[in-house]
């Protein structure tokens, strides 16, 4: 019960009606039929089944979901969309729930969110991604030694192909800018 | 024959060989290649994950530099996705003015306009449905006899969007690996998913997936690859999960244009077959 106190703090940003609701939208005809969770790669991982999942958020369950790491282990393979009976949009509605554990910087996610949000910082910054600048940041950002450990013999090999540099990438114009700051403008309206 | 050209982040990097493949296969097949100027990120699988507007904003602007170059309207791009972020922006603005302007309301400030005129095409569609075995037939130098080859297609060129195979079951390679004089493999892993950047935040779920492709593989000399991320997943942690199912996995893993190019006659070194992370030792010999 603690914990389901301490998630509802966090999430406690989250007014649920209107985060979910657009989600909602996306998926209100699902009829409940199962195709999404017997087309998943990701669903032996997962603690709710897609379908279920689809069923928590047509309930309005929101601590429910953001406890499940149902959508984060989706891996936008794009089959229960091609499948799905009714033709809904199951991958892009996975992606706003992502989307929403990215905005409010969900704690259970960090692996995850730190990803996305140093890959997206990278982009900003220099316009193209700077793999090494990147993976750097994310390890800097996960504070735990043993996963950059995980990576290194790999990095090594690339680095040893000369596909990636140590060298911190040549000072540019920021060319994404403009942009960046238009979506977040757009964001806060809508 | 001439298309514009959107590498993405990762052919300048990880992907290095892809890049230089595609560009030396096309150009010994008469293609050209106009390299979209000052292109950018495509928000890759991340800023669909982060925002909605700028998962469509990042690949808009790169279509809207593009469109500037009037007389070429077809972008050819291999990575699947960077394909799929671009050919997003095509399919979602075509009939939705609506969301049209609000990417050009973003895309405004730096003086680009996107009116949709772009035509977003994978490499593999260009090879398949624009050349076709005939094309390759007329410049063929060697033939790959003896070489079994086990066609991956990963998700996101065949997903959600259909437009130059069958989704389900995809085979347009099939043409182009006995038109270079290699068999085929026959599996059922050429559509499945390879866990994407699972294999980056959750090592254990990604790897089983790649295990099973790996595993479905075994009796080919090669799988080939068209995608980036596919490539890396399938050949950069053949030792781990071999040693984690104690069972000899490794493979040689190549792209699609380092088979043909090879068979056109360029030289491994042209097709920097020194860059691929798992190329076996028997693979090597059969080459010579």
Redesign the interface.
Known sequence: MGNTAGLQKEIGAISTFADLAPIRKMIRSCIQCGTCTASC??E??MDFTPRRLWRMVLMDQTEDIFESKTF??C?????C??RCPRGLPL?EAM??L??IA??KKLPKFK??VN???C??ES?RRH???N?AEFMTRYFARLKNPLIPL??AP?GV??MM?G??SMLPPIKQAR??E???R??EA??ERK | MKYQYYPGCSLEGTALEYNVSTRALMESMGVELLEIKDWTCCGASAADSASYFLSLALPARNLAIAEKTEDVTDILVPCSACYLNLKKVEEKTKNNPELLGELNSILGPDQLELKGRMHVRHLLDVITTDLGPDTIHKYLKRELTGLKIAPYYGCQCLRPYPVFDDPELPRSMEPLITAVGAQIHPWNMGGKCCGASHVNTKPDVGLELVGGILQDAKGADAIITICPMCQMNLEAYQKKISRKQNINLSMTILYLPQLIGFALGLSQQQLRLDLNLSITDSFRKKLT
């Open positions: 790669p990701n032996f991982a984060v282990l891996s936008s393979c794009y089959f969309t091609l991958t992606s706003a992502k989307q990215t905005r692996e995850s990803f996305y949000s890959f997206i982009v316009g193209r991604v793999e995980r990576f790999l090999r690339l192909k596909k990636i060319p994404l403009s942009i960046f238009s979506v757009l964001e």
